[in-house]
């Protein structure tokens, strides 16, 4: 079992920066993949970006650019910094950790949330 708990959420005007973590605990030696998802108010979950365990990222085509997922795994921490935000960025962030063979999710967790409000 893994828990996954987001922090670093807040209120930011537009243009501003933030740093979201995401603090893994439990058995997480299995987990591969770890991923950043968001959900704004009326719209469906969407994938923000994902990092495996040796660093690989890949993002949504809404953030490349101004938006970098890392991990610290002596941590067993993700972190997703925000760089020029929007005021459509403006969501609840979500971290999810899986264990992956190939491109199939053999097991998924997902954490509580975190609100992220850019304002203009």
């Known amino acids: 079992q893994v828990q996954l708990v987001e922090s670093g959420g807040g209120l930011v005007q537009a243009g501003g920066s933030l740093r979201l973590s995401c603090a893994a605990s439990?058995?997480?030696?299995?987990?591969?993949?770890m991923g950043w998802y968001r959900q704004a108010p009326g719209k469906q979950r969407e994938l923000v970006g994902t990092?495996?365990?040796?660093?690989?990222?890949n993002y949504a085509d809404s953030v490349k650019g101004r938006f970098t997922i890392s991990r610290d795994n002596a941590r067993n921490t993700m972190y997703l910094q925000m760089n020029s935000l929007r005021p459509e960025d403006t969501a609840v962030y979500y971290c999810?950790?899986?264990?992956?063979?190939?491109?199939?999710?053999?097991?998924?967790?997902w954490g509580q949330g975190t609100q992220v409000t850019v304002f203009s």
């Open positions: 999810s950790a899986a264990g992956m063979l190939g491109s199939l999710p053999l097991y998924r967790y």
């Open positions: 439990g058995s997480v030696t299995s987990i591969n993949t």
């Open positions: 990092i495996t365990s040796d660093g690989s990222t």
